[in-house]
């Protein structure tokens, strides 16, 4: 599970149900009614995370499974060991499968060329983080059902956000029109070129009426977005308490954290009981994580 680009429908949709039936172990504790294997997981993060380690970490023991993780502080990464030597490492350890959260864009991609067990992308740079655009279209397809011909909203710092890239794929697999919205520098025209499924829009007040469902995103301060916004964003770009009166009653509001509250998104809008589903998305990655790490240990180490 290196990215979503090319990943089709039906692929989708199956890790998506299985995730489903998972969902019951995450949220009730009920026990798994045939326990597998156990396997052990390298969790190897090379930026900072509470969610993805965590969901990916409680998700390893959920199955039954031993997570073993590995930050970059405190490893020979601080003394110049690549990513690449890092990971072969582990593998040479006898893990099962490895989970990699890296700055390089085509990090885990570039390790699961390299070591013969299944590489996971827990988010790599600028370019894709397939397991949060998973959990984001189950918390969608729960509130929506069909997402075929519904409109997300995509808000904020597009740009630098591996996060709407994977879901740009994810939805267009499943046939939703995925809507851009932020400011230019932030939101180049060519993200229009991406296809007919993907509109892109500067004016969010323009485009909010026609919502099924709105996604706000953070500005990456530390991939230096900072410099390409201007003081009055919350304005312009923010799902502000103002906003939300003028969304439907009905439209899921997601999130995919941590939240700059205040700036991106409101404390009204991030605690609206109706609308807000920020926590259920992190319920649902536990579920779908179970679901990844269930797939990758399906396929044989190569
Ligand atoms: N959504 C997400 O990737 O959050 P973390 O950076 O906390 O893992």
């Known amino acids: 599970m290196l990215g979503l680009r090319g990943v089709d429908s039906k692929a989708l949709e199956s890790i998506l149900d299985r995730a489903d039936a998972l969902l019951p172990v995450v949220r009730d504790g009920v026990a798994l009614p045939d326990p597998p294997r156990s396997a052990v997981i390298g969790l190897l993060f090379l930026e900072n995370s509470t969610r993805t380690r965590c969901s990916f970490e409680v998700a390893t023991r959920r199955l039954g499974h031993q997570p073993i993780v590995l930050t970059g502080r405190g490893s020979s990464l601080d003394k110049g060991e690549s990513l690449v030597d890092t990971a072969a490492n582990l593998a040479a350890m006898g893990l099962d499968a490895l989970v990699i959260r890296s700055a390089i864009a085509g990090g885990a991609d570039l390790v699961a060329r390299t070591i013969g067990i299944p590489v996971v992308n827990a988010g790599d740079g600028r370019h894709e983080h397939p397991t949060q655009a998973l959990l984001d279209v189950s918390t ?26 994977s879901n740009i794929h994810a939805l267009m697999a499943l046939g939703a029109i995925v809507v851009l ?78 939240m700059n509250r205040g700036v991106e998104i409101d404390d009204a809008a991030a605690a609206d009981i109706a609308r807000s589903s920020i926590l259920e998305q992190v319920t649902r990655g536990v579920a779908v994580r179970m679901a990844i790490i269930d797939r990758a240990l399906e396929f044989p180490a190569s």
């Open 181 to 258: 919205v932020g400011p230019p520098p932030l939101l180049p025209w060519t993200f229009a070129e991406l296809g007919p499924g993907v509109e892109v829009a500067h004016d969010l007040d323009g485009v909010l009426g026609s919502a099924d469902a709105v996604m706000m995103l953070r500005i990456q301060l530390e991939r230096d977005a900072g410099r390409a916004v201007a003081s009055d964003y919350r304005f312009a770009f923010g799902l502000t308490a103002e906003r939300l009166e003028r969304l439907r009653p009905d439209v899921p509001i997601l999130h995919p954290g941590p």
């Open 140 to 165: 969608l397809r729960a509130r929506l059902g069909s997402l075929a011909g519904k409109r997300v909203l995509i808000v904020g710092d597009i740009l630098n956000s591996r996060v709407a890239r």
